[in-house]
């Protein structure tokens, strides 16, 4: 836990304002010495904080670490309203936020095999001869 105590620094470039989405969009460099990384909430918390704004509107992604550790890089979006954060926002980022709820199905390889175990059930029963007798008359 000495790990949360190490100082992070914030770090954005490439402000942008997108007003037709709602949303601030910027590049965040994180400057963490000593440190392995950060956490995704510690740093929607911290961009929160620094931009006066809520935590649950602030999205945060896409962290690469650079060689050799000490800085990392990624993309952030700060939304107006969660309302806006929920329309434009895909649900799987907001179901790593705690915003949506995770769609259970099967897995892929099951709903492959229930689609073709019903292609050999659907359609008309098929005729053995009388069929192919008909079409050469």
């Not at 620094?9 to 601030?24: D, S, V």
């Not at 929920?86 to 799987?92: G, S, V, W």
């Amino acid at each position: 836990m000495a790990d949360r105590e190490q100082p992070v620094t914030l770090r954005t470039r490439k402000f942008l304002r997108n007003p037709l989405l709602g949303r601030k969009q910027m590049v965040v460099d994180v400057l963490h010495p000593n440190r392995a990384n950060v956490s995704k909430d510690e740093l929607r918390s911290k961009l929160s904080e620094l931009y006066k704004t809520d935590k649950s509107q602030v999205m945060v992604f896409g962290f690469r670490t650079q060689y050799g550790g000490g800085k990392s890089t990624g993309f952030a979006l700060i939304y107006e309203s969660t309302a806006q954060l929920k329309q434009f926002e895909p649900h799987y980022r907001l179901v790593r936020i705690g915003a949506a709820t995770k769609v259970e199905k099967a897995s892929r390889q099951q709903r492959k095999q229930r689609k073709n175990r019903a292609k050999t059930v659907r359609g008309t029963a098929k005729t053995k001869g009388a069929g192919k007798d008909k079409k050469k008359k």
